[in-house]
């Protein structure tokens, strides 16, 4: 079975994945890389956190398959609209 290796990316910081995990496809790996960015974008969102997350997914000799970025970006009409007055 092969192995994966999911490399993490926030702003400027960087977490490299030592060990790897042993999944059935390049397809299963993409998915697991889907599903963590996630929920690495929406544990940083309540916190109000700049959200934008990468996971760089290598196979077994550390090249490179594929890349998965999760963003969010919330932008707010200042000043707020008021309601009607009738």
């Known amino acids: 079975m092969p192995r994966f290796y999911f490399d993490v990316r926030e702003g ?5 994945d ?3 995990v042993e ?3 390049l397809e299963a790996a993409e ?7 996630a929920e690495m974008g929406r544990d940083r ?3 109000g956190d700049s959200c934008v997350v990468t996971i ?10 594929l890349t998965v970025k999760v963003s969010m970006d919330i932008d707010r009409v200042e000043p707020p609209p008021q309601p009607p007055r009738w």
């Open 23 to 25: 999944l059935d496809s």
């Open 18 to 20: 030592e060990v790897g």
């Open 45 to 47: 969102l309540p916190k």
């Open 12 to 16: 400027t910081r960087f977490i490299p």
């Open 31 to 37: 998915r697991e890389a889907a599903t963590a960015a």
């Open 56 to 65: 760089e997914v290598s196979n077994e000799h550390r090249q490179q398959m």
